[in-house]
Nanobody
Framework: QVQLVESGGGLVQPGGSLRLSCAASGSIFSINAVHWDRQAPGNQREWVATITTSGTTNIAHSVKGRFTISRDNAKNTVYLQMSSLKPEDTAVYYC?????????WGQGTQVTVSS
């Protein structure tokens, strides 16, 4: 059973930066696209970014120009670099990919943007 583990969240001031990591227990990222989603309190989970196996990326309009997604297949890790953070970016961030059993998510990592 492949597992995903997110890390890198924390408390940051508005305008600051964070880099989130998503590590997989197997080499699943080399054969599947990986996505970052986020969920703020009281809100539905929303898609943030995707990176395909070929390295093509898509970024949600709300974070375009501030967030980038990248992958290191050798480390089975996907990153979400976040800059110019805003209070509205506060959420639990999850990575997601497709396994043999269907879509899987990690446990999430909390990002709080506040002064």
């Amino acid at each position: 059973q492949v597992q995903l583990v997110e890390s890198g969240g924390g408390l940051v001031q508005p305008g600051g930066s964070l880099r989130l990591s998503c590590a997989a227990s197997g080499s699943i990222f080399s054969i599947n696209a990986v996505h970052w989603d986020r969920q703020a309190p009281g809100n539905q989970r929303e898609w943030v970014a995707t990176i395909t196996t070929s390295g093509t990326t898509n970024i949600a309009h709300s974070v375009k120009g501030r967030f980038t997604i990248s992958r290191d297949n050798a480390k089975n890790t996907v990153y979400l670099q976040m800059s110019s953070l805003k209070p509205e970016d506060t959420a639990v961030y999850y990575c997601r990919t497709l396994a043999s059993t269907g879509s899987i998510w990690g446990q999430g990592t909390q990002v709080t943007v506040s002064s």
